[in-house]
């Protein structure tokens, strides 16, 4: 079992910067390959980005690639989501996962095992 709790969230305006962070409360988090997906209301669940169990690899939903990067520091079992020039339209709540299974995908809520309890995110224009 991973219990993941995810920082606080917030308010920024278009165009500004926030820092999501993912703490997980097991020491073997190397073994786990890392997710961040975001749900704005009335909408689907959706992938932002993944980073694998070293961090040799990330992966980004194409639309966010160049104003998100995932990394994570695995001497503080923390995973990472910085976000830059936002817009109204990152509005959502922002869920970081685990995924336990090497064997498994890495873009769909399916491949995931564990789910932080989600912060929200607020972009104002």
Known sequence: QV????????????????RLSC???RRTFSRYAMGWFRQAPGKEREFVAAITESGGS???????????????DNAKNTVYLQMISLKPEDTA????????????????A???D????GTQVTVSS
């Open 114 to 117: 564990y789910w932080g309890q």
């Open 23 to 25: 703490a997980a409360s």
């Open 58 to 72: 990330q992966y980004y939903a194409d639309s966010l690639k160049g104003r998100f990067t995932i990394s994570r």
């Open 93 to 108: 709540v922002y869920y970081c996962a685990a995924r336990s299974s090497y064997y498994s995908g890495i873009y769909y």
């Open 3 to 18: 219990q993941l709790v995810e920082s606080e969230g917030g308010l920024v305006q278009a165009g500004g910067s926030l």
């Open 110 to 112: 399916r491949d995931y």
